[in-house]
């Protein structure tokens, strides 16, 4: 033989293969095996070794840097100090101020360069802009947020009073290089002002987020021109304006100015033509109630903030100008049909997205796929990395700054996304939000199937998440104040406790068949139920329960929908209807049954005959919901499954045990019992940590299960959307900001959804296309949501017969509202 490498060979003739030279081959390949693996360890050790010098390098550049930049700031603060007390003794504190317009603020070991205007920033709650004017800063006055120049470029800081920070930098479609590169620095600044810890948007002109478009809920109103032309932010009572305001949008409101003359208008939308002392709301003959009433928002905010209050307010009609608009733009022409509004987004489209890790290791920032497609596993995020969450197919990327991630990575984020967006060929008006850990957004956490925040615990089919921005206040549940406290009820699903009339009906052939009412509690995930209950508040009022199990045929799907809508026409189509998926049991639902649990069987079929025989062990999941009603469900017999928080009872064929966990409760031990006389023979009490051994042998053997103690509950903040065919094809448009009973508009079905149900609301103008699509809408959007959430109960309620479960979600609901036309009312504000 010959050798090639010390360690690889090659057979040149035919060898005897005695014993001596089998040995040797097999020597040779263990030099070999071994020669590879101190390759692979001297090349990773050298890759450390690089990593670390690279590491130091940078530590002591950054140290050089910093004793620099120490240095120079405080020669430049004695130097700002000592100028500025010249300039105040010979020209008055005006140069003075000028000069200290960039504060440095140094301690012993530490400088940092802030603008002056930063001193102020976060310390109260609320909104502050800023407008970018020949690279500086400029605050805008408050009574003119909303307006921007489309020429400009802006920051905006908006403070809860946790507090936490949401930075926005917005860029107008005409706005310079220079500015919005100015903009991006001075966001950034404002990022390493408030500790790093802001969320930080880009918003870009006619596609700003839905957060952005919150904190103005009467509209923001675009101004041609900027800085380079003049224009300036300042409160003049200046009664010899002229313009035309073009308003696009039923939920998010944008008032563009455009060209004073008649070619600008169109029958489809509202227009204000302001004169200065009086302005003009004009709306088109194809415009509809809802977007007048939203126009005359609009034109008041202009009178209240931009004119103090001090011009007078005109509706016009189509075809009705009176002769002050007349004398301005002319003779009036036929004016254009109105087009469709193609800013509506279907919420279908919203929820596909890849996943990519970014890392500076080779010198220049660089993204790698982490995942294609969404949902994600929230073990995918490394404490150590930063991420960008690709949602470009819906104009959206996020970028996510892991605590632990190195400070170029954090500092380049916003930067990296932009690069990112024109790596990827993505429209200018793509939206970028970068958030740190802790502070990740809905829209973020949306995509992911397993987010659990920091101290939250999820029981079965229940999914509660929340940050420490947008939080909503969790509200004990109190039955003896239900009707009284609206948020209460809202939160907790109770529209009472459960004591009125309950019928039960199991879909059978087609028809209703009553259930027995002693077994009424008890439901299979073969069949399908229609619940009536009934009560009485000032009114009797009714709630239809269809409850579909997992196992019931397409057939008897269909034929408890059919009969649903049956029975609701039979009483008036008064009820509200809930549709509740098995496993997805709101609490109300769970309350009805005197004391007893509701319990849920996995499979099988409570009519006569057709009773499937159960496992030989069978394992119930107990617990007591925030409202103290218990649901006892059917759950696969396995270690697995158990929880620290809850109670368990395990039916096998020579033995019954009832577990409980560390943090379960009296009640849920209570409502045990009920199981066990159910499922029959006489029960062992285990408790958590002393199982016998016969018990983990009936459950298949030990496995890791749910072992968090923590059993705080928290809320996800509701969002509401209108759907609406206005435009010509059914769509859904989320309401931005806090939203309030006036943005229910009374012509669309409007879907709120509080994460654990939807409610579809019907508006009394809605049209039957609206009607009929909606429901469909509701189920897609459940559906497409990219965490994987699915079966939450769809709760369907027309306008003027809302539950106290839909009314606790807006502040201040006033049952008498439309009682009187909302356009009448806000016209006599004018």
């Not at 009412?517 to 329960?545: M, N, W």
Request: proline share 4%; aromatic share 8%.
């Amino acid at each position: 033989m010959t050798l090639q490498h010390p360690f690889s060979i090659r057979f040149v003739q035919h060898v005897p293969l005695t014993k001596e030279l089998l040995k040797s081959v097999e020597a040779a390949r263990t030099r070999y095996h071994d020669y590879l693996t101190e390759e692979r360890r001297k090349k990773e050790l050298e890759a450390k070794a690089r990593k670390r010098k690279a590491a130091e390098d940078d530590l002591e550049e950054l140290r050089k840097r910093k004793k620099t930049i120490l240095e120079v700031s405080q020669g430049l603060a004695r130097e700002a100090d000592k100028t500025a007390e010249e300039a105040e003794a010979k020209s008055g504190t005006k140069m003075a101020k000028l000069i200290s317009k960039f504060r440095v603020t140094t301690t012993a070991n530490t400088a940092m360069v802030s603008h002056k205007e930063f001193q102020n920033a976060g310390k109260e709650a609320g909104l502050q802009i800023w407008r970018i004017e020949n690279l500086d800063l400029k605050p805008v006055p408050k009574p003119l947020f909303g307006n921007f120049y489309t020429g400009d470029a802006y920051i905006l800081l908006y403070t809860t009073s946790a507090p936490s920070y949401y930075i926005h930098m917005w860029i107008g479609n005409e706005c310079s290089q220079d500015e919005s590169g100015a903009a991006a620095i001075f966001a950034t600044q404002l990022d390493d002002f408030l500790g790093g810890g802001p969320l930080q948007f880009r918003e870009v002109q006619n596609n700003e987020s839905i957060t952005f478009l919150g904190y103005f809920k009467s509209g923001i109103k675009y101004k041609q021109g900027g800085v380079a032309s003049g224009f300036q932010h300042v409160v003049t009572n200046d009664m010899s304006v002229k313009r035309l305001l073009h308003l696009k949008g039923r939920r998010a409101i944008r008032a563009t100015e455009v060209d004073l003359s008649w070619a600008s208008f169109n029958k489809g939308d509202c227009f204000i033509v302001d004169l200065g002392k009086d302005i003009y709301h004009w709306c088109g003959s194809e415009c509809n109630r809802f977007e007048r009433l939203k126009g005359s928002q609009v034109a008041i905010d202009i009178r209240d903030n931009e004119r103090n209050g001090r011009a007078k307010l005109h509706m016009v009609e189509d075809g009705a100008e009176p002769q002050e608009i007349i004398a301005e733009l002319g003779p009036r022409p036929t004016i254009a049909a109105g087009s469709p509004d193609d800013e509506a987004v279907d919420t279908s489209n919203k929820k596909k997205a890849a996943l990519y890790m970014i890392s500076d290791a080779s010198g220049s920032m660089k993204s790698s796929v982490v995942a294609q497609s969404s949902p994600f596993k929230q073990e995918m995020l490394s404490h150590d990395e930063c991420y960008i969450v690709d949602n470009g197919a819906d104009n959206k990327v996020f970028l996510w700054k892991g605590p632990n991630a190195n400070t170029a990575e954090r500092r380049a984020a916003m930067k990296t996304a932009e690069q990112f967006i024109k790596d990827k060929n993505y429209s200018k008006l793509t939206q970028i939000q970068v958030m740190p850990a802790g502070g990740e957004t809905t829209l973020f956490k949306q995509f992911f199937s397993n987010w659990k925040d920091k101290d939250q615990t999820m029981g079965p089919s229940k999914a509660y998440t929340i940050g420490r921005i947008a939080q909503v206040e969790q509200i004990p549940f109190d039955a003896s104040s239900l009707h009284s406290n609206k948020a209460m009820a809202a939160q907790h699903g109770m529209v009472d406790d459960g004591s009125g009339k309950v019928e039960i009906w199991r879909v059978e052939g087609g028809a209703k068949v009553p259930l027995e009412p002693s077994t009424y509690g008890q439901f299979f995930g073969g069949d399908c139920y229609i619940i009536l209950y009934s009560y009485k508040v000032t009114r009797e009022q009714h709630i239809i329960y269809t409850w579909q199990g997992l196992k019931c045929t397409q057939d008897e799907l269909a034929a408890s929908a059919f009969l649903t809508v049956k029975l609701d026409d039979s009483m008036g189509g008064a009820p509200v209807q809930v549709r509740v998926t098995q496993g997805q049991e709101p609490p109300h639902l769970m309350s009805l049954f005197r004391g007893k649990p509701m319990i849920i069987h996995s499979g099988g079929t409570s009519r006569k005959g057709g009773q499937t025989k159960a496992g030989s062990t069978r394992l119930f999941h107990i617990r007591q919901s925030s409202t103290n009603a218990t649901r006892a469900v059917e759950v696969e017999p396995s270690a697995s499954y158990l929880n620290t928080n809850d109670v368990f009872v395990l039916k096998s064929p020579d033995s019954t045990f009832v577990w409980r966990g560390v943090g379960a409760t009296e009640e849920e031990l209570t409502a045990a019992k009920h199981v066990v006389s159910f499922l029959g023979g006489s029960p062992t009490n285990v408790s958590e940590g002393k199982e016998p051994a016969g018990f983990w042998s009936a459950l298949g053997g030990k496995k890791d299960y749910q072992t968090s103690k923590s059993l705080q509950k928290t809320v996800k903040p509701p969002r509401l959307f209108g759907c609406s065919n206005k435009t010509g094809r059914l769509v859904a448009e989320e309401v931005p900001g806090d939203f309030t009973q006036s943005d229910l508009a009374t012509d669309d079905v409007m879907l709120l959804d509080t994460w654990d149900q939807i409610f579809l609301w019907i508006g009394n103008e809605a049209n039957d296309v609206e009607k009929k699509g909606a429901p469909q809408i509701a189920k897609e959007y459940v559906e497409c949501d990219p965490s994987g959430r699915s079966g939450v109960p769809i709760i369907t309620i027309k306008q003027g017969s809302e539950p106290p479960t839909f009314t606790g979600w807006f502040q201040a609901w006033d049952p008498k509202m439309w009682e009187t036309d909302p356009l009448d009312r806000i016209r006599a504000r004018f």
